[in-house]
């Protein structure tokens, strides 16, 4: 069983900065692809962006540029880090990880394709 844990959500202003953390236990042996998404009340689970065992990324077109996601492999923890926050990056912000090939993690995954994920945090943007 993996488990994932989510922190660092909280409430800035527009323009703010926000640090999330993803900490991995249990059977993580594997786990080559971790995603992070965010969902809003009443919509789907959106894809935020994704990183492969390798470092590679890949983000949605509505944070790229502002989002970085990176790795601390002997830590099991994934970060994403948010600068240049805009109200509708308001939501619940999840991580997920599973084993998926390089290719595909990178490639715009949908939630659907993860199997392992963290309960969430919440990221508030104010104006």
């Known amino acids: 069983e993996v488990l994932l844990v989510e922190s660092g959500g909280g409430s800035v202003q527009t323009g703010g900065s926000l640090r999330l953390s993803c900490a991995a236990s249990?059977?993580?042996?594997?786990?080559?692809?971790m995603g992070w998404f965010r969902q809003t009340p009443g919509m789907e689970r959106e894809r935020v962006g994704a990183?492969?065992?390798?470092?590679?990324?890949s983000y949605a077109e509505s944070v790229k540029g502002r989002f970085t996601i990176s790795q601390d492999n002997p830590k099991n923890t994934w970060y994403l880090q948010m600068n240049s926050l805009k109200p509708e990056d308001t939501a619940m912000y999840y991580c997920?990880?599973?084993?998926?090939?390089?290719?595909?993690?990178?490639?715009?995954?949908?939630?659907?394709?993860?199997?392992?994920w963290g309960q969430g945090t919440q990221v508030t943007v104010s104006l």
């Open positions: 990183i492969d065992a390798d470092g590679v990324t």
């Open positions: 997920a990880a599973d084993s998926i090939p390089s290719r595909a993690c990178t490639a715009g995954l949908r939630a659907h394709a993860f199997h392992n």
């Open positions: 249990g059977y993580t042996t594997g786990l080559n692809c």
